[in-house]
């Protein structure tokens, strides 16, 4: 059974830093793209970064680039999503998200419906 299990969300102050993770379970790391969504309320689900568990390439929305960085732990299992000089308009709940093609040529990886497991989530918020 694929698991995703996010950690790391909380409260943050405006221009701050957090580090979410995103621990992957029941599947091999290398088969997969791994994706960081968002939704706040009232808003559409959007993604922000992705990327290939085997050749780490990586896309970044225009919102979070130059602020947001992914990475990935293959011995861990594992993908960071760095949050640095977070804006109020970041607060959101934030999805690690799994699609079982690690090729980011060869699927729409910003389509949150190519994905193909999802975590529960993770609270992100801002403060002033």
């Known amino acids: 059974e694929v698991q995703l299990v996010e950690s790391g969300g909380g409260l943050v102050q405006a221009g701050g830093s957090l580090r979410l993770s995103c621990a992957a379970s029941?599947?091999?790391?290398?088969?997969?793209?791994f994706a960081w969504f968002r939704q706040a309320p009232g808003k559409e689900r959007e993604e922000l970064s992705c990327?290939?568990?085997?050749?780490?390439?990586?896309y970044y929305a225009d919102s979070v680039k130059g602020r947001f960085t992914i990475s990935s732990d293959k011995a861990k299992n594992t993908v960071y999503l760095q949050m640095n000089i977070v804006k109020l308009e970041d607060t959101a709940v934030y999805y690690c998200?799994?699609?079982?093609?690690?090729?980011?040529?060869?699927?729409?990886?910003?389509?949150?419906?190519?994905?193909?497991?999802w975590g529960q989530g993770t609270q992100v918020t801002v403060s002033s």
């Open positions: 990327i290939s568990g085997s050749d780490g390439r990586t």
């Open positions: 998200a799994a699609a079982q093609d690690d090729d980011l040529d060869g699927f729409d990886y910003r389509d949150w419906q190519e994905y193909d497991y």
């Open positions: 029941g599947l091999t790391f290398d088969d997969y793209t």
